[in-house]
């Protein structure tokens, strides 16, 4: 089992930042890849980040440009810096991690972009 918490949600107004983490803890033998999604109301799950244990990196279209992933392997920790924030980046973020066992969520953080 692996367990996931995020954290450094928030309110921001638009054009602001914000940085998100996500501790990963339990059994992450080879987690291969980790990511960031979110999901607002009426709405689909949607793919923010990714990032490989090599450091390849894969942006959602609505977030190229703006944000950024990026990972601690010694620390077991995926990081989601947030620029140029927009009220439709308002959402709960939720981080995730795959390895061979399969695929892990985290319990998710409130991001909130409001003037």
């Known amino acids: 089992q692996v367990q996931l918490v995020e954290s450094g949600g928030g309110l921001v107004q638009p054009g602001g930042s914000l940085r998100l983490s996500c501790a990963a803890s339990?059994?992450?033998?080879?987690?291969?890849?980790l990511g960031w999604y979110r999901q607002a109301p009426g709405k689909e799950r949607e793919l923010v980040a990714t990032?490989?244990?090599?450091?390849?990196?894969k942006y959602g279209d609505s977030v190229k440009g703006r944000f950024t992933i990026s990972r601690d392997n010694a620390k077991n920790e995926v990081y989601l810096q947030m620029t140029s924030l927009k009220p439709e980046d308002t959402a709960v973020y939720y981080c995730?991690?795959?390895?061979?066992?399969?695929?892990?969520w985290g319990q998710g953080t409130q991001v909130t972009v409001s003037s």
């Open positions: 995730n991690a795959a390895n061979f066992r399969g695929s892990y």
């Open positions: 339990g059994s992450i033998f080879s987690i291969g890849g």
């Open positions: 990032i490989t244990v090599g450091g390849s990196t």
